[in-house]
T-cell receptor, first 112, second 111 residues
Framework: NAGVTQTPKFQVLKTGQSMTLQCAQD?????MSWYRQDPGMGLRLIHY???????DQGEVPNGYNVSRSTTEDFPLRLLSAAPSQTSVYFC???????????FGDGTRLSIL | GENVEQHPSTLSVQEGDSAVIKCTYS??????FPWYKQELGKRPQLIID?????GEKKDQRIAVTLNKTAKHFSLHITETQPEDSAVYFC??????????FGTGTRLQVFP
């Protein structure tokens, strides 16, 4: 039982490049979410999903896209990377929005 | 939308003393209040949570209290130990069940 798996762990991009951060969970959780963590700003919700085929915006969605074609996977796409998107990204899953969230190990993303 | 404020941003205590971290929230519909601990370079991990139908919950040296009228909740750690040193985050769900986090408290426990 791996829990929540994020790949890659580290990534360096150039401004304007695109990439996809992968997130997979094996707990059959319906609820999945993406957060970014910046110093002094806590964890801010980017996008979330309450089940396959359903996604919605969080607090800071601009510049990011998500899709949820299966219960297990919830990839986060950066369309055109900007230095302001340098951050640590965490994926989480849970049985619901008012249930304990299980976090992945994070992806540390630097954009030059 | 929901707004969660957390204080203090840093907290230093002597080993064996108690530590208290406070959070306030704005959405009266919030009914779920978890606390997460994040060690340096690691993922956030749930340490305790409380729901709106309960005023207090304890788990060994950790307790959380909730005051729904005042819209605030607090984390209490007693008999602190060096391994309690970490960043602690409070959170509250909003009326669409999104989880909104506070900005974190860096706790340092000195031996």
């Amino acid at each position: 039982n791996a829990g929540v798996t994020q790949t890659p762990k580290f990534q360096v991009l150039k401004t304007g490049q695109s990439m996809t951060l992968q997130c997979a969970q094996d707990m059959n959780h319906e609820y999945m979410s993406w957060y970014r963590q910046d110093p002094g700003m806590g964890l801010r919700l980017i996008h979330y999903s309450v089940g396959a085929g359903i996604t919605d915006q969080g607090e800071v969605p601009n510049g990011y896209n998500v899709s949820r074609s299966t219960t297990e996977d919830f990839p986060l796409r950066l369309l055109s990377a900007a230095p302001s998107q340098t951050s640590v990204y965490f994926c989480a899953s849970s049985l619901g929005g008012n249930q304990p969230q299980h976090f992945g190990d994070g992806t540390r993303l630097s954009i030059l | 939308g929901e707004n969660v404020e957390q204080h203090p941003s840093t907290l230093s205590v002597q080993e064996g003393d108690s530590a208290v971290i406070k959070c306030t929230y704005s959405d009266s519909a919030s009914n779920y209040f978890p606390w997460y601990k994040q060690e340096l370079g690691k993922r956030p991990q749930l340490i305790i949570d409380i729901r709106s139908n309960v005023g207090e919950k304890k788990d060994q040296r950790i307790a959380v209290t909730l005051n729904k009228t005042a819209k605030h909740f607090s984390l209490h750690i007693t008999e602190t130990q060096p391994e309690d040193s970490a960043v602690y985050f409070c959170a509250a769900n909003d009326d669409t069940d999104k989880l909104i986090f506070g900005t974190g408290t860096r706790l340092q426990v000195f031996p």
